[in-house]
């Protein structure tokens, strides 16, 4: 019975994980719609598009108490929910629903991101790698069907769009179905320690915001998504600078998500294989894909191919790391959840504020040659703190 229940939440893991990215990245395709029907300027689109992740830090503290008090498969229901509600709000006939559902869908995901890694860490904690690597692929293969499908789904119609954001309510239903039988073996909630305040359970020096080793799991955590944010909204405009069509840049985004699926699996794998020594020396060959890949871009932009390949295996293999820490890091679920709020809410926090800076270098320099020396020069604090997020100690001990 055991192994039945474990294949159960590695199913419900995994059901989460579909729904983590796939009603953000729907956006994009079809915000050209969006402002259309609604009448929305193009600062509103942006925030449209960014309100999600801001949400991501604001929610990511409060998780860790959500799950304290209700435990994370009941914590993980309501989430759930709230993202369905959310979705179906987004597709209503009313402006105002528009907004509301984008907070609700920001508050859910944020709420999910917390709670998976603890999650693995509680069910899974001789596989925190493979698991992570396999949800993290999961939620980029289902962000980026919803990505390539938002177009066709939107058709002509200029409200079309409202369909090309509801469908994937459908997912989220999927996912509550799977999770809910959960709930009658789900072990009881304990105190999570969420913040530096006194009365928390365990130790001082077990608290993730007073130790060295949460602050350096932090700060990897948001220089590494500040990097891919910014990849993410800018490099097809640095491709089209550099001489592609509009429309192959756009392709190129999607060899990279391909490539990321992929990596993520081969991450987790080595991750797990590395539990004894430590991940230092696999954080430095992470991130030195992608060094490769910007530097490379400089130089020789025509071999895009190379370029775009390294790109996609470093970034989702420096996230798939970034993940596991959460949970290699710790000594109980608890604290991984604990961890995996306080470095959410610093590294999306962080990550907001990433591609504006690099918009707004570009707007100054003219080019994308400065931006471009920015992010990699981001890759050497990054690579210095993964080295020593990735040594072998848990908080509490180093």
């Known amino acids: 019975m055991r192994a039945v229940r474990r294949g159960l939440v590695l199913v419900g893991i995994l059901a989460i994980a579909a729904n983590l990215r ?52 009941a914590t993980s229901m309501i989430a759930l929910t709230a993202l369905g509600v959310g979705i179906v709000a987004r597709s209503l006939p009313w402006a105002g629903a528009l907004w509301a559902g984008t907070l609700l869908v920001g508050a859910g995901i944020a709420t999910l991101n917390v709670a998976l890694p603890a999650l693995v860490k509680r069910d899974f904690p001789n596989m925190v790698g493979r698991v992570t690597g396999a949800y993290s ?23 079309g769009w409202r369909l090309a954001f509801g469908v994937w309510v459908g997912l ?81 985004q999607g060899v990279l998500q391909v490539v990321g699926i992929a990596a993520s699996l081969v991450a987790g794998r080595l991750i797990d294989r590395s539990r004894a020594r430590g991940q230092s020396m696999l954080v430095a060959a992470f991130s030195g894909l992608s060094v490769v890949a910007v530097v490379g871009e400089l130089l020789a932009p025509g071999w895009w191919v190379v370029w775009i390949v390294l790109l996609g295996a470093g970034t989702a293999s420096v996230f798939v790391t970034a993940l596991s820490f959460f949970g290699l890091r710790t000594e109980s679920h608890a604290q991984a959840a604990a961890l995996s709020g306080m470095a959410q809410a610093f590294g999306y926090g962080l990550a907001a504020l990433g591609p504006l800076l690099i918009g707004a270098l570009h707007d100054v320099t003219l080019g994308w040659s400065v931006p471009l020396f920015v992010l990699l020069a981001m890759k050497v604090p990054e690579i210095a703190l993964g080295m020593l997020a990735g040594r072998n100690r848990v908080i509490g001990t180093g």
């Open 137 to 159: 692929a999961t939620q980029s293969a289902f962000a980026a069907v919803a990505a390539v499908v938002a177009v066709p789904l939107a058709g002509t119609q200029p409200s």
């Open 22 to 73: 796939a009603a953000l990245t729907v956006v994009g395709p079809v915000a050209d719609d969006v402002a259309s029907d609604l009448g929305l300027a193009a600062s509103q689109v942006s925030l449209l598009v960014s309100l999600p992740l801001l949400c991501f830090g604001a929610f990511a503290v409060l998780a860790p108490r959500l799950s304290a008090r209700w435990g994370f498969e």
């Open 172 to 252: 989220t239903l999927v996912a509550l179905g799977l999770v809910a039988p959960q709930l009658r073996g789900a072990p009881r909630p304990r105190a999570v320690a969420t913040a530096p305040v006194e009365g928390v359970e365990g130790v001082e020096g077990r608290v993730p915001w007073r130790s060295a080793l949460g602050w350096q799991v932090a700060c990897y955590m948001g220089l590494q998504s500040t990097f891919y944010y910014s990849v993410i909204t800018w490099w097809p405009s640095v491709e089209t600078a550099a001489g592609f069509a509009p429309g192959d840049a756009g392709a190129h």
